[in-house]
């Protein structure tokens, strides 16, 4: 049974980096696009970024564009989707999570102190 386990989360301060890691192991998720989504608190689920199944063509909302990056490597064993996130902003404060199709990973927490 596929799975998609997040990772890369954790207290950074307001300006600095972090990396977010999406691995997908059992299934076929390859062939799928794959997502970023996020969630703050008392808020509801805000969609982050997207890629395509081959890795070619993504989307980043608004509020991240120019400062969130993704990317996938489907060449490993684990097929992996990235969320390079800079510049970070307190109100980037959310758990995020990855997502194919109807699966759906359990989140990794974010947080930005000012």
């Known amino acids: 049974q596929e799975q998609l386990v997040e990772s890369g989360g954790g207290l950074v301060q307001a300006g600095g980096s972090l990396r977010l890691s999406c691995e997908a192991s059992g299934g076929t998720s390859s062939n799928f696009g794959m997502n970023w989504f996020r969630q703050a608190p008392g808020k509801g689920r805000e969609f982050v970024a997207s890629?395509?199944?081959?890795?070619?063509?993504?989307?980043?909302a608004d509020s991240v564009k120019g400062r969130f990056t993704i990317s996938r490597d489907n060449a490993s064993a684990k097929n992996t989707v990235y969320l390079q996130m800079s510049s970070l902003r307190p109100k980037d404060t959310a758990v995020y999570c990855c997502?194919?199709?109807?699966?759906w990973g359990q989140g990794t927490q974010v947080t930005v102190s000012s």
């Open positions: 997502n194919a199709s109807s699966l």
């Open positions: 890629i395509n199944a081959n890795g070619d063509t993504t989307l980043v």
